[in-house]
């Protein structure tokens, strides 16, 4: 069995892999990763068959990880805080353990997911592990929108809006011809609700449509600043955010 870490404290994940390798030679680790983006490639390069995944890594939470990569693999969640479990099992998770990790509590989740291995046929078993049945299929995404205009109501599908802004407390559409409602939505909610293959939250303000940037241009130590279509401002996006926008717009 082939597996991957993901974990940003050193002591813990050393402790992870002595515990896994102190119960048998078939278990295979393929490395740690410490941070999102290192979890992000190790995933697209190795194809694990299982991971184990630290909730709290030091650039944000590994939830962000699915939100950027179809994972498709069990996956065994571990932390220091249970205030996260109930978001940990929306996701493929055949366990959830709590810090410090011992070999008995590594045990236990092998055993559960060889029990589920019998129950699953091979077919099934890689969909019921990858994300919610609703986050697997794309046609589940949010593609219609009503929004109001005076007295009217206006149907809008997703790839007429160019992006979304948060101003003044409110949350509002603009389209591709650069119309402008109020939307009911946050946008951290969208984020969730939207296909993030056609939508990336370049910054606290803005989540755009991949059809409305028109351009990136550099800004300063890293950082660059995107044009879109719909508007003539141009918009700083963090260094950060940079690296994971460039990253998209190629994918």
């Given at each position: 069995?082939?597996?991957?870490?993901?974990?940003?404290?050193?002591l813990?994940?050393?402790?992870?892999?002595?515990?896994?390798?102190?119960?048998?030679s078939?278990?295979?680790?393929?490395?740690?990763?410490?941070?999102?983006?290192?979890?992000?490639?190790m995933?697209?390069?190795?194809?694990p068959?299982?991971?184990?995944?630290?909730?709290?890594?030091s650039d944000?939470?590994?939830?962000d990880?699915?939100?950027?990569?179809?994972?498709?693999?069990?996956?065994?969640?571990?932390?220091?805080?249970?205030?996260?479990?109930?978001?940990?099992?929306?996701?493929?998770?055949?366990?959830?353990?709590?810090?410090?990790?011992?070999?008995?509590?590594?045990?236990?989740?092998?055993?559960?997911?060889?029990?589920?291995?019998?129950?699953?046929?091979?077919?099934?078993?890689?969909?019921?592990?990858?994300?919610?049945?609703k986050?697997?299929?794309?046609s589940?995404?949010?593609?219609?929108?009503?929004?109001?205009?005076?007295?009217?109501?206006?149907?809008?599908?997703s790839?007429?809006?160019?992006?979304?802004?948060?101003e003044?407390?409110?949350?509002f559409?603009?389209?591709?011809?650069?119309?402008?409602?109020?939307?009911?939505?946050?946008?951290?909610?969208?984020?969730?609700?939207?296909?993030?293959n056609?939508f990336?939250?370049?910054?606290?303000?803005?989540?755009?449509?991949?059809?409305?940037?028109?351009?990136l241009?550099?800004?300063?130590?890293?950082?660059?600043s995107?044009?879109?279509?719909?508007?003539?401002?141009?918009?700083v996006?963090s260094r950060?955010?940079?690296?994971?926008?460039?990253?998209?717009?190629?994918?």
């Amino acid at each position: 069995m082939k597996i991957l870490i993901v974990e940003d404290e050193p002591l813990a994940a050393n402790n992870l892999i002595r515990q896994i390798q102190a119960l048998g030679s078939q278990y295979q680790i393929l490395g740690v990763a410490d941070t999102i983006r290192k979890a992000i490639r190790m995933l697209k390069e190795n194809e694990p068959d299982l991971l184990f995944l630290d909730i709290q890594l030091s650039d944000g939470l590994s939830f962000d990880i699915f939100r950027q990569y179809p994972v498709q693999c069990p996956i065994i969640f571990t932390t220091a805080f249970d205030e996260f479990a109930i978001q940990a099992f929306e996701h493929n998770s055949v366990a959830y353990l709590l810090k410090p990790i011992t070999k008995e509590k590594v045990a236990e989740a092998f055993s559960k997911l060889e029990k589920m291995k019998v129950v699953l046929s091979p077919k099934i078993y890689p969909l019921l592990f990858a994300e919610l049945s609703k986050k697997v299929s794309s046609s589940s995404f949010k593609r219609n929108f009503l929004v109001k205009k005076g007295s009217k109501l206006i149907p809008l599908t997703s790839n007429q809006i160019a992006y979304f802004i948060a101003e003044d407390k409110c949350v509002f559409i603009i389209t591709m011809d650069d119309q402008r409602y109020l939307c009911n939505y946050t946008l951290q909610k969208l984020e969730s609700l939207l296909n993030p293959n056609d939508f990336f939250r370049i910054s606290r303000q803005y989540l755009v449509n991949r059809r409305s940037i028109s351009s990136l241009e550099p800004y300063s130590k890293g950082q660059v600043s995107a044009s879109l279509l719909s508007t003539k401002e141009k918009i700083v996006v963090s260094r950060q955010q940079t690296i994971l926008l460039k990253e998209w717009l190629q994918e």
